[in-house]
């Protein structure tokens, strides 16, 4: 059984900082890519920024130069510096991680959730 376990989040004003991690629990061979989404109120889920075994990432633009993703493969965590944050940055941020390989196979996996709000 494998578990994604998020932490992080909280409340921060404007121009603040946060860091979200995320660590994949479980007998785990290998993960292909991790990263993060989000939902705000009312909006569907999107991506924010993913990072795949090698290092290559991906952003939203909405969030590019002010957030970094970044990984270690040994721990199976992710984490998600996020600088200069907007109000509109709030939403719940949910760790992700896809192809990862378990006995049982390849299955995709998703964490609970982690709320970050954003003040003005």
């Not at 059984?1 to 900082?17: F, K, T």
């Not at 007998?27 to 009312?42: D, E, K, L, N």
């Not at 990984?71 to 992710?78: G, I, S």
């Amino acid at each position: 059984q494998v578990q994604l376990v998020e932490s992080g989040g909280g409340l921060v004003q404007a121009g603040g900082s946060l860091r979200l991690s995320c660590a994949a629990s479980g007998s785990i061979f290998r993960i292909i890519a991790m990263g993060w989404y989000r939902q705000a109120p009312g909006k569907q889920r999107e991506l924010v920024a993913t990072i795949t075994s090698g290092g290559s990432t991906n952003y939203a633009d909405s969030v590019k130069g002010r957030f970094t993703i970044s990984r270690d493969n040994a721990k199976n965590t992710v984490y998600l510096q996020m600088n200069s944050l907007k109000v509109e940055d709030t939403a719940v941020y949910y760790c992700n991680a896809d192809g990862v390989y378990t006995i049982a196979g390849m299955k995709e996996y998703w964490g609970q959730g982690t709320q970050v709000t954003v003040s003005s």
